[in-house]
């Protein structure tokens, strides 16, 4: 099946740096990548779009200086957490769809990557 | 706007036996799909469900879609320790829209 792969997979960082989280698609183009923020033992939120060539799609009460989202190429998109603070800890994780299978639809996700700003 | 509702939310079952998790949107759904995340991992593609009234089946897990396409289930038969985890249904108004994700249902199983 589709492959989506999420670098990394955990990182800590000091309180008002900033960290890069890659996302790739392995077999396949995306032209479109979601990216999620999950809470322990709560549901997936998604935060954006990460569409290929353009501006992100935000969803209500997401920053968007906050979290930075590039999509500059059909296999790679990064969300990079600006100034991140405590609040900021939490597990992201980037999915894909792949255009070849039609529309199914089903999301193909990263394994995540568990952000802890110190 | 539309809300994806899971019940229930935590289910501890025991080796052997059955149990079913239920879905329910506010809102006329195009199709629903269904994930399961293992601990410590990331949510894996089940199933998608697009017809009123349609059912699955793989193996032990049956899934159903709902008449009027607002809510779904999934009934594991003869749980087994590989089951654990957690069930998120979620559903979209449209064909191509946004996926939205319910609570999920955490099953723990005890041998």
């Known amino acids: 099946g589709a492959v989506v792969s999420q670098h990394p997979s955990r990182v800590i960082c000091k309180s008002g740096t900033s960290v890069k989280i890659e996302c790739r698609s392995l077999?396949?183009?995306?032209?479109?990548m979601f990216w999620y923020r999950q809470f322990p033992k709560q549901s997936l939120m998604l935060m954006a779009t990460?569409?290929?060539?353009?501006?992100?799609?935000?969803e209500q009460g997401v920053e968007k200086d906050k979290f930075l989202i590039n999509h500059a190429s059909l296999t790679l998109s990064t969300l990079t957490v600006t100034s991140a603070h405590p609040e900021d800890s939490s597990f992201y994780i980037c999915?894909?769809?792949?255009?070849?299978?039609?529309?199914?639809?089903?999301?193909?996700f990263g394994e995540g990557s568990r952000l802890t700003v110190l | 706007g539309q809300q994806v509702m899971q019940i229930p939310q935590y289910q501890h079952v025991q080796e052997g036996e059955d149990f079913t998790t239920y879905c329910n949107s506010s809102?006329?759904?195009?199709?629903i799909q269904w994930y399961k995340q293992r601990p410590g991992g990331h949510p894996v593609f089940l199933i998608q469900?697009?017809?009123?009234?349609e059912v699955k089946k793989q193996k032990r897990l049956t899934f159903q879609f709902g008449e009027a396409k607002k809510n779904s289930s999934l009934h594991i038969t003869a749980t087994q320790t590989t089951d654990v985890g957690t069930y998120f249904c979620?559903?979209?108004?449209?064909?191509?829209?946004?996926?939205?994700f319910g609570a999920g249902t955490q099953v723990v199983v005890t041998p």
């Open positions: 979620a559903g979209r108004v449209n064909s191509w829209g946004k996926l939205q």
């Open positions: 469900l697009v017809k009123s009234g």
């Open positions: 990460s569409n290929e060539g353009s501006k992100a799609t935000y």
């Open positions: 077999d396949f183009q995306a032209t479109t």
């Open positions: 999915s894909a769809r792949d255009p070849s299978r039609g529309r199914t639809g089903e999301l193909f």
């Open positions: 809102t006329t759904l195009s199709n």
